[in-house]
């Protein structure tokens, strides 16, 4: 069972402008290469992509167990995370942009393989991206097309895939970006705006969606 093109599009669209947006993870591979260079970004950005696998592992196992188990739990889940999806929204919204945390960490110096098991691992076990991945995934999961947990992994899967593009592209052109970030302030600050009224958008959908 692959997803639909209208469910697929839709939750890649979603997923790209979420990950461009400023967050933690951008702002550490941001760092990273304008600190240390453009190989050590990359190679920290893909470890940080790659991570999401193993949200996407326990999503899958998780969300599929909850619906056997009781579609009402299901329902339950979706309206917790569409709320948690609004306080993300909102605090992205009260953000006050991205420029004076560009470059201004420093980093040891580390072998590429040791900085993307670092990026790796970061992600890994952060317990806020695995909450962001329970509340965000079930908004684009089609409960009457069967096969939750399918759907929920090549969803996942989707999600890593742009995420492996975007950082390594984010860490290729990290000097760059980071100039032209640190020029305009103003640009971090709409990329919050963006991000910010996607989340309170999924999240109202999620609440509101029977």
């Given amino acids: ?34 600190s240390r260079g453009r190989k050590q970004g990359v190679a920290f950005g893909l470890g940080c992509a790659l991570g999401c696998l193993s949200h996407t592992i326990l999503a899958a196992l998780g969300i599929s167990a909850l619906i056997s188990a009781s579609p009402i739990a299901f329902t339950s889940l979706k309206i917790a995370g569409g709320l948690y999806l609004i306080y993300l929204g909102s605090q992205a919204l009260r953000s006050r942009g991205i420029g004076h945390q560009i470059g201004a960490q420093n980093y040891p110096q580390d072998s590429l393989l040791k ?10 076990i952060n317990p806020k991206v695995v909450l962001f991945f329970l509340s965000f995934l079930p908004q684009f999961v089609i409960q009457q097309n069967g096969h939750i ?19 390594g592209l984010l860490g290729y052109f990290s000097g760059a970006v980071g100039q032209w970030l640190n020029k305009r302030p103003k640009a971090g600050l ?8 996607i989340f309170i958008a999924l999240g109202l959908r999620l609440v509101l969606a029977r």
């Avoid at 900085?115 to 970061?122: D, M, P, T, V, W």
């Avoid at 709409?190 to 009224?197: E, P, T």
């Fill in 115 to 124: 900085l993307f098991f670092k990026g790796l691992i970061a992600n890994s």
């Fill in 1 to 34: 069972m692959l997803l639909t093109p209208e469910q697929f599009f839709g939750f890649l669209t979603a997923a790209l402008l979420i990950t461009a947006s400023p967050g933690p993870d951008n702002l550490m591979v941001l760092s990273m290469g304008v």
């Fill in 190 to 197: 709409w990329l919050d705006r963006i991000a910010g009224s």
């Fill in 149 to 167: 947990g399918l759907q929920t992994a090549q969803l996942g899967i989707t999600f890593t895939a742009q995420a492996v593009v975007l950082f």
